[in-house]
């Protein structure tokens, strides 16, 4: 069966960086847009970031535009977020996620997979 699996995050200093990574099995990993969300306590999940099938387009959300990238490895079955000048409001919970349709990336109700998530926490 379909499976995403998360590693990395932790605790991080404000400021700082982080590197999360997703390895994907069981489904045809080439043909799925890949996006990373995230959430915090008492808050909407969120998409923090998103990559086409191929990884030639992008997609960030907002808030963390201009210090996250996101990238995927079609050979590997992985894709990965990285995250600059961390803030306290990047704590949360952290997800990747699959869907079949770039046009779908923007409502997680379009997600096929999802994982387990990992938590993420930015002190100052």
């Known amino acids: 069966q379909a499976q995403l699996v998360e590693s990395g995050g932790g605790s991080v200093q404000a400021g700082g960086s982080m590197t999360l990574s997703c390895a994907a099995s069981?489904?045809?990993?080439?043909?799925?847009?890949l996006g990373w969300w995230r959430q915090a306590p008492g808050k909407e999940r969120e998409l923090v970031a998103a990559?086409?099938?191929?990884?030639?387009?992008?997609h960030y959300g907002g808030s963390v535009e201009g210090r996250t990238t996101i990238s995927r490895d079609n050979v590997g079955h992985t894709v990965g977020l990285k995250m600059n000048d961390l803030r306290s409001e990047d704590t949360a919970t952290y997800y990747c996620?699959?869907?079949?349709?770039?046009?779908?990336?923007?409502?997680?109700?379009?997600?096929?997979?999802w994982g387990q998530g990992v938590q993420v926490t930015v002190s100052s």
């Open positions: 069981g489904f045809v990993f080439g043909n799925w847009v």
């Open positions: 990559i086409s099938s191929t990884g030639g387009t992008t």
């Open positions: 996620a699959a869907c079949r349709w770039w046009h779908e990336k923007n409502d997680k109700e379009n997600y096929a997979y």
